[in-house]
């Protein structure tokens, strides 16, 4: 009975051993993975929005700053923006009246993905919300205007070298809108 059960172990465990070896070197594999995967680097990411006018000067600039990293699980947000309140409804007459107001969110919202260094530029997934009052057409109908730019698109930035990475014609006016960004390494 003894043999038969200690056969029955020497069969089994040669079954085992290998599957158990397969095991440790899926292991050790992981690891070394891990192990060569780049330290991430870190990028100063300046972006400047600008309104220009028909003659391509900007009446118009506001500069957002962030840091983005080449980590495989970066992802970063600029938000910023107000709230305006608009006229939806009014009721009543002379001192007795009443208003109603819908507010409208107006700012600039940036999502920034998957960073990778590509030579000496850096690629980013860059997505954009940029919205904000324009100037009525007819200021005697107190009815705002609203301006919206929303695109998304993978970017090359140069290092160091400010670059156009988004322009749009206005479509109330002759002007235009224009976001750069600009990277530099932080050290």
């Not at 290092?159 to 750069?180: E, N, R, W, Y």
Request: charged share 20%; aromatic share 6%; with cysteine.
């Amino acid at each position: 009975m003894r043999k038969t059960t200690l056969l029955c172990l020497l069969i089994l465990s040669s079954f085992a051993w290998p599957a158990l070896g397969r095991a440790q070197d899926a292991d050790k594999t992981t690891e070394t993975a891990k192990a060569q995967e780049p330290a991430p680097h870190y990028y100063h990411l300046v972006f400047v929005v600008q309104d220009l006018d028909a003659a391509g000067k900007p009446t118009n600039s506001r500069t957002y700053t962030t840091s983005v990293s080449t980590d495989r699980h970066f992802t970063g947000q600029i938000r910023t923006g107000s709230r305006f309140p608009i006229a939806s409804a009014s009721s009543g007459s002379g001192a007795g009246v009443s208003t109603q107001y819908q507010y409208v969110d107006l700012g600039v919202n940036f999502d920034l993905m998957h960073v990778v260094e590509v030579g000496r530029q850096i690629s980013i997934d860059v997505s954009a919300e940029l919205s904000s009052m324009a100037d009525a057409r007819d200021p005697s109908l107190h009815q705002p205007v609203i301006r919206q730019n929303r695109w998304h698109a993978p970017v090359l930035i140069p290092i160091g070298k400010p670059t156009v990475i988004f322009s749009s014609d206005a479509l109330d006016s002759k002007g235009s809108l224009q976001v750069t960004a600009t990277a530099t390494v932080l050290e």
